[in-house]
């Protein structure tokens, strides 16, 4: 017997014993007490305050007892049965959420702030949901209708690009894959099809209209569709002023206009009219050398070449050695605009002095003159 409670009985004093060290919370529901309560290692049913010690992660703890209204921790692992908390876990998972592996009635992983690092951060259920400006992470925006610009009204971040979202947000239309920016507007639809906010943009729709005005004489109108100007530097007969255009329901003539007279000589000049899509991915090339044989030798006076290809013509051209004078192609309506996709295109004339018929198809080695055309 120990002294105090010796005392204790031989002056009639009331004596407890020692008072238990508090309560000590762990996670909401864990509590410990001297080391007998609940989790704490244990290798008897004596050794703990409940009366019930366990086999679990680690070697034997207390466990307590538990029911609907005081659960066990809320991990994979656990469970209430015999109404008594009962832990099988195999061993601490600390990259898995939701998990006491270890038994010690805390989630092995830690949960943090979601970073771009293709893992569960938050224990959210979701991997790389991360917040605004999260070190990694990109805005993106919904395009709906699959043409690689999204909806400014609709957006979120990502980690990485997924199927659907894009980080153009200049779709003014994500219904429409025919709308979205740098298209070519189509002229007579009411839509805005490249989202510069006007449906007719002036620059296209808004053209001198190539029309015919007299059904006696079909090609009597003439629009003047370009006005370049003179040059300085540049010799009168290479120098483009103006581009003019008549049309009849089969043909159009394109004329153009120099600052003087054609080059006839001495030495080989040429003449080409490019028509093309309107992003100016030029597809026919119409090559007209007035100096002939004489100046130009081997090379045509007057060919036809479709996205480098030389092809058959009906096309005829003529020139008008006056000063000023000028070249005229008259070209089928029905040779090239099977070729162009929009009713709108582009048209660009270039005057070349060189004998090297591969620059006729790439360069303007001398001047050039180009505007959009709508038909």
């Known amino acids: 017997m120990r002294w105090s409670h010796l005392v204790c009985v031989l002056t009639l004093v009331a004596c407890d014993d020692p008072p238990k060290p508090p309560l000590v919370p762990r996670d909401g529901l864990v509590l410990h007490d001297a080391g007998r309560g609940f989790l704490a290692a244990c290798t008897a049913d004596t ?4 009366g019930h010690c366990a086999a679990m992660a680690g070697g034997k703890r207390c466990t307590r007892a538990c029911s609907s209204t005081d659960p ?3 991990f994979t692992g656990w469970s209430c049965s015999a109404q008594l908390c009962q832990c099988e876990g195999t061993g601490k998972q600390p990259g898995t959420c939701g998990v006491d592996g270890d038994c010690d009635g805390l989630a092995d992983k830690e949960v943090k ?3 771009c690092n293709g893992e569960d951060d938050d224990c959210n259920g979701t991997i790389d949901d991360v917040a605004p400006g999260t070190s990694g992470a990109k805005l993106y925006y919904r395009d709906a209708d699959g043409d690689k610009f999204g909806d400014l009204n609709k957006s979120k971040w990502l980690c990485a690009a997924e199927a659907g979202w894009v980080t153009d947000n200049g779709d003014c239309d994500d219904s429409r894959a025919d709308v979205h920016p740098g298209l070519i507007e189509v002229c ?8 510069d906010g006007l449906k007719e943009d002036p620059d296209v729709c808004g053209l001198t209209p190539i029309v015919v005005s007299d059904v006696n004489d079909p090609m009597a109108l003439s629009a003047t569709l370009k006005t370049c100007g003179a040059t300085s530097g540049i010799a009168k007969a290479l120098d483009i002023t103006e581009l003019v255009a008549k049309q009849d329901k089969t043909a159009i ?8 007279s054609p080059a006839l000589g001495p030495t080989c000049a040429s003449y080409v009219l490019h028509l093309g ?3 100016k991915a030029y597809e026919i090339a119409y090559v007209y050398r007035p100096a002939g044989a004489t100046f130009c030798g081997a090379l045509a006076d007057f060919e036809v070449f479709q996205k480098g290809k030389k092809v058959a013509t009906a096309a005829t051209v003529a020139f008008n050695a006056a000063d000023p004078g000028h070249v005229s192609f008259t070209i089928p309506k029905s040779e090239y605009f099977p070729s162009l996709s929009t009713p709108t295109y582009y ?3 270039c005057s070349n002095a060189t004998s090297d018929a591969a620059k006729d198809l790439t360069d303007c080695t001398s001047d050039s003159c180009e505007t959009p055309v709508h038909r």
Request: charged share 30%; aromatic share 10%.
């Open 47 to 50: 050794d703990c305050d409940s």
């Open 72 to 74: 066990c921790p809320a």
């Open 113 to 115: 702030a979601e970073t």
């Open 188 to 195: 007579g639809d009411n839509v805005d099809h490249d989202c």
């Open 253 to 260: 003539k394109y004329t153009v206009r120099f600052a003087g």
């Open 277 to 279: 899509t309107f992003d």
């Open 347 to 349: 048209l660009k004339a």
